[in-house]
């Protein structure tokens, strides 16, 4: 009978005393100077919606810009709003993805959440001096899953305006079963005219996650531990730097990716899958406005922008319409109008606005420090200009706030 090593089952020991040491270090570090990461945690199944946030999750988003998100019990990220409105109060609700998520700033300096300080100042007649708004945005999120948010989650808070934030960047691919993408995203298909709803996203794996013991004990490793969301931080890193490293603001020689944007929203479609899903995002849009007709509400359309749509150098916004022989960059804004107008619901376009002021000014409307100028998401300059645009318009436009 062979006798063991003492000595080599000693130093085995040894090491991995020393690894569960290190760990155990590393955790108390990285608790210690506060860190967490947001998105490790953002994407719990959602039977409705596919993902959600839990109520009550916290944590640090630094990937792009710099922000502590809080979620509130009901699940979103918001200050805490009574479920019944207080008598004399207009309540707006804001639906949409990560523009109006706006996990990369502070909540208070978003565009709705300024937006509510900025209405009450409004001088046209008309227009309601209580104004309360709530956020209901998920990063990511399509406008298909908006529409269920809406259906399912919106309407016990009784609001009287429904805003929908329409990015036309990549909603419109989100929108499509093939170009979306993302298995553990709700997706409808128009059949004989009628929007049919796959539920295929609850046998995804990413779904299924929560299901089986195995699951379970990932996800509380995620939520639990900041050493695996430190992990979980670089991995992410990884997978977007090639991304910021291939762009150049500055340059105007070629065509530079923008980070979740599809440059086909540019152009008519002309492919089967993009015309069935202008198609689609159509029919979500309609049935949204009746959505909120049956209530007694108003809805309101607004078209974000995308950071080369409002490019402060015009030789790259030039050479970026060139290289893709298109004559404008406002081809899906002006569709969602035109759709709004057939529909019989208002559409507020801001990429004209913006990319007029971006052009007089040289302020950077997207983009971070971290991440890349003109890239990504609105900064405070961004989300600033869209409050006082909305609030322009909102305040010019009074018979929304009629009851």
């Known amino acids: ?139 990511g999120y399509s406008t298909a899953q908006e529409m269920l948010v809406l259906e399912n989650k919106v309407w016990k808070y009784q609001p009287d305006l429904i805003v929908l934030a329409f990015f036309s960047g990549n909603d419109l691919i989100e929108n499509s079963q093939v170009l979306g993408g993302d298995a553990m995203r709700p997706v409808f298909t128009l059949e004989g005219g009628e929007l049919k709803q796959n539920m295929n996203f609850l046998q995804s794996a990413e779904y299924q996650t929560t299901k089986s013991w195995l699951g379970r004990v990932k996800w509380s490793l995620i939520t639990n531990s900041r050493l695996v969301q430190a992990i979980t931080l670089a991995m992410h890193r990884l997978q977007i730097a090639s991304k910021v490293a291939k762009h150049d603001e500055t340059a105007i020689s070629n065509i530079k990716d923008e980070p979740g944007v599809d440059v086909r929203v540019y152009s008519p479609p002309t492919t089967k899958e993009w015309q069935s899903s202008w198609k689609t995002t159509e029919a979500i849009l309609e049935r949204m406005h009746l959505e909120v007709a049956e209530h007694q509400a108003k809805f309101l359309v607004i078209t974000l922008t995308t950071g080369a749509q409002v490019h402060p150098n015009q030789a790259f916004r030039e050479q970026f319409k060139k290289q893709l022989n298109i004559p404008n960059l406002f081809y899906a804004d002006e569709r969602i109008r035109q759709i709004g107008n057939r529909v ?20 950077w409307l997207h983009g971070f420090k971290n991440s890349g100028k003109g890239v990504g998401h609105w900064n405070q300059n961004g989300h600033r200009l869209a409050a006082e645009r909305i609030a322009s318009y909102l305040c010019n436009n009074s018979e929304l706030f009629v009851k």
């Open 1 to 139: 009978m062979q006798i063991p090593n003492k000595s080599g089952l000693l130093t085995s020991l040894l090491l991995i005393s020393a690894l569960i040491f290190s760990l155990a270090l590393a955790e108390l570090g990285l608790r210690v100077t506060d860190f967490s990461y947001y998105w490790s945690l953002a994407r719990y199944p959602d039977p409705i919606t596919g993902w959600s946030a839990k109520p009550g999750t916290t944590g640090w988003q630094r990937l792009e810009g710099d922000a502590y998100v809080e979620i509130n019990g009901d699940g979103w990220r918001d200050v805490v709003h009574t479920i019944k409105p207080e008598p004399g109060i207009f309540r707006i609700a804001f639906i949409g993805d990560s523009f109006t998520e706006a996990v990369q700033i502070p909540l208070e300096q978003s565009y709705w959440r300024l937006l509510e300080g900025m209405l009450p100042n409004c001088p046209t007649p008309g227009v309601q001096k209580k104004i309360e708004i709530l956020g209901f945005a998920v990063s």
């Open 344 to 363: 019989g619901f208002p559409v507020l376009n801001l990429a004209k606005d913006f990319q007029q002021f971006a052009t007089n000014t040289g302020i």
